[in-house]
């Protein structure tokens, strides 16, 4: 069984790992023991897990309809759900009482314990995550939010905002740093062929922090690679070089990474702990 998916909770501290054979396994990042593994339909290809801070509910989903609201504790099914169009994305809020369920221009969104669906259209993608109400276009070349519009030279592969500032990676390599009035604080460019996948605030060090792959021909080691920034200026602090595995996850607040065969680095001010086959994946 393959690891095709990795999600974790806002908090990280717990982390989701689905594999080709619609397994879900449930791992917490700070004691890695396994909290459960369950037989789901989920299908990757998109973001198709999610789980809460606490661990106590998680969603699988699949792309063609169906979604199910699993209880982990007990492996219990709360409900499922086959009336989507399609599933891309599955998210909670950030009060953890609903579910957003998107594909393309559209969001879904599902009360927990209330029957019934809500249905938005022409959204955009939108970013239940964020503190700001943001938006992207559907090229995601603009980020929008409350009577701004934000354009952007290349599209945004990842995006996340904190304490009033908006942090972008963009396709073809890079970070930029907004204010909510458009203002560029700053922009920084990785290597050429190389691009940020996913970025994350460890707020111990205020460091922002980019997940990137390596997209040249032909490729060198190691082609996924994290790099450690300051939030406030962009400058580098230091790199890490990911040489196990294939996907990977942020954890515990952006202070480790969990990868798909078990590996944790734990980032620290200056540099990471590597331990090997932490997680039993």
């Not at 998107?102 to 259209?121: A, C, P, Q």
Request: hydrophobic letters at 35%; charged letters at 25%.
């Amino acid at each position: 069984m393959d690891i095709c998916e990795m999600r974790s909770s806002r908090n990280g501290k717990f982390f989701l790992t689905g594999d080709s054979d619609g397994n879900v396994t449930i791992f917490n990042s700070e004691t890695g023991e396994k909290f459960g593994s369950y037989k789901t339909n989920f299908e990757s290809g998109g973001n198709r897990m999610c789980v809460t801070d606490d661990g106590k509910y998680f969603v699988a989903a699949a792309y063609s309809m169906d979604l199910t609201l699993y209880e982990t504790a007990a492996g219990k099914e709360l409900y499922k759900d086959d009336t989507f169009f399609h599933v891309q994305t599955v998210l909670f809020s950030l009060d953890e009482k609903q579910i957003f369920v998107l594909y393309s221009d559209i969001m879904y969104t599902r009360t927990i314990g209330v029957k019934g669906l809500e249905t938005e259209r022409n959204i955009s993608d939108y970013y239940p995550d964020s503190d700001l109400p943001l938006k992207l276009s559907g090229d995601r070349m603009k980020i929008k939010f409350p009577g701004k519009i934000l354009k952007l030279e290349k599209s945004a592969m990842d995006m996340l905002s904190h304490d009033g500032k908006i942090y972008v990676a963009v396709f073809g390599g890079g970070m930029k740093c907004f204010l909510p009035n458009k203002k560029e604080l700053w922009s920084v460019e990785s290597n050429v062929n190389e691009h940020y996948q996913r970025i994350a605030y460890c707020e111990k060090y205020d460091y922002i922090l980019g997940l990137g792959f390596k997209y040249n021909e032909p490729r060198t080691e190691p082609f996924h690679f994290v790099d450690v920034r300051s939030a406030q200026t962009g400058e580098i602090i230091y790199t890490v070089g990911l040489f196990r595995g294939y996907y990977y996850v942020f954890i515990r607040n952006g202070e480790g990474i969990a990868s798909s065969n078990g590996d944790l680095y734990e980032l620290g001010e200056k540099e990471f702990t590597l331990k090997e086959n932490w997680f039993d994946i």
